[in-house]
Nanobody, 129 residues
Framework: QVQLVESGGGLVQPGGSLRLSCAAS????????IGWFRQAPGKEREGVSC????????YYADSVKGRFTISRDTAKNTVVLQMNSLKLEDSAMYYC??????????????????????WGQGTQVSVSS
């Protein structure tokens, strides 16, 4: 069965950290660019970050740049989103997705424009004092 499963969400105070994982089964993430997205209640889904197939290129939304880090764990067929210095506005459901589109050289065309072939079910991140 082909699927993506996110994990690692939870409740954290402002300034805290969380580590989200996106694990694949039934296919290899190495063949796909992977994106992280989030959606808060009443808001549109927005891109957070994405990583190229080889893991040598990463992109971030301006709102998370310098605080979030995306990386691959090839041995575990997983992509990780390390989130530090979390803010109240980071609260949302976080989703990972896989696309066969390639690296277009910039955030929007690599992370936002592509058609994503697989989506996970999401993991909730809540930042609250």
């Amino acid at each position: 069965q082909v699927q993506l499963v996110e994990s690692g969400g939870g409740l954290v105070q402002p300034g805290g950290s969380l580590r989200l994982s996106c694990a694949a089964s039934g296919f290899s993430l190495e063949n796909y660019n992977i994106g992280w997205f989030r959606q808060a209640p009443g808001k549109e889904r927005e891109g957070v970050s994405c990583i190229s197939r080889k893991g040598d290129t990463t992109y971030y939304a301006d709102s998370v740049k310098g605080r979030f880090t995306i990386s691959r764990d090839t041995a575990k067929n997983t992509v990780v989103l390390q989130m530090n210095s979390l803010k109240l506005e980071d609260s949302a459901m976080y989703y990972c997705a896989a696309t066969l589109w390639g690296d277009a050289g910039n955030y929007y065309d690599t992370c936002i424009t592509p058609t994503y072939d697989y989506w996970g079910q999401g993991t909730q991140v809540s930042v609250s004092s």
